[in-house]
């Protein structure tokens, strides 16, 4: 096991920084609390495709549909660009504030964007690339809060593609990996040496 390293505070963060690194430590703290999270969940698929066949996807059970809601509702306050939770955000603020974690920092945005933009396989539909993003956006706004008849469209001919099984597996395959970040994430603030980083 790697030695664990304390990174230091070395400029001071402005009032909306700190804000922002409060925010972040309330939000992975509500996070954590979701059932799914505390008591864990497994979630696997198989992917075959044969020549002149149409692809089979066998999907494990999935998370049951009000704690994987409840948790995709607390993580979209990690993503969502207006808010001051925002994973990447934060990341920003620490590399700007703690030069001695940028290495850390750097290794998380990676991981980050691998899981949430780069998903677990290379995919497209229509022709364009279909990331982990763009699955979350879509089973948000047309699925649990459909606002968009549009993306109902969209995520409606892209689970007739792919089966929505298969679909709410990309899903909730990238929100997992990203929850794991935002926790370590959670976890290297609680140790920067600073009383102001805590709640």
């Given at each position: 096991?790697?030695?664990?390293?304390?990174?230091?505070?070395?400029?001071?963060?402005?009032?909306?920084?700190?804000?922002?690194?409060?925010?972040?430590?309330?939000?992975?703290?509500?996070?954590?609390?979701?059932?799914?999270?505390?008591?864990?969940?497994?979630?696997?698929?198989?992917?075959?495709?044969?020549?002149?066949?149409?692809?089979?996807?066998?999907?494990?059970?999935?998370?049951?549909?009000?704690?994987?809601?409840?948790?995709?509702?607390?993580?979209?306050?990690?993503?969502?660009?207006?808010?001051?939770?925002?994973?990447?955000?934060?990341?920003?603020?620490?590399?700007?504030?703690?030069?001695?974690?940028?290495?850390?920092?750097?290794?998380?945005?990676?991981?980050?964007?691998?899981?949430?933009?780069?998903?677990?396989?290379d995919l497209s539909f229509n022709g364009?690339?279909?990331?982990?993003?763009?699955?979350?956006?879509?089973?948000?706004?047309a699925h649990y809060f459909p606002n968009?008849?549009?993306?109902?469209?969209?995520?409606?001919?892209?689970?007739?593609?792919?089966s929505p099984e298969f679909v709410k597996?990309?899903?909730?395959?990238?929100?997992?990996?990203?929850?794991?970040?935002?926790?370590?994430?959670?976890?290297?603030?609680?140790?920067?040496?600073?009383?102001?980083?805590?709640?």
């Amino acid at each position: 096991m790697a030695e664990e390293q304390i990174a230091r505070i070395e400029s001071e963060p402005s009032d909306d920084e700190w804000r922002a690194i409060r925010t972040f430590r309330l939000r992975a703290r509500e996070l954590s609390e979701n059932s799914l999270l505390s008591q864990g969940y497994e979630i696997k698929a198989n992917f075959a495709w044969k020549a002149g066949e149409a692809p089979k996807y066998t999907v494990n059970p999935l998370p049951a549909e009000e704690p994987f809601r409840s948790l995709l509702l607390t993580f979209r306050h990690f993503v969502a660009n207006d808010e001051p939770s925002n994973f990447l955000r934060v990341l920003n603020i620490v590399a700007k504030h703690a030069p001695a974690a940028r290495s850390f920092v750097e290794r998380l945005r990676t991981q980050w964007n691998q899981a949430l933009f780069g998903g677990v396989m290379d995919l497209s539909f229509n022709g364009e690339a279909l990331t982990a993003s763009q699955i979350f956006d879509l089973w948000l706004n047309a699925h649990y809060f459909p606002n968009d008849e549009a993306k109902e469209r969209q995520l409606e001919r892209l689970s007739k593609a792919l089966s929505p099984e298969f679909v709410k597996f990309l899903l909730a395959n990238s929100v997992t990996e990203c929850c794991k970040r935002v926790l370590e994430l959670t976890y290297a603030l609680s140790k920067l040496s600073n009383p102001k980083a805590a709640i």
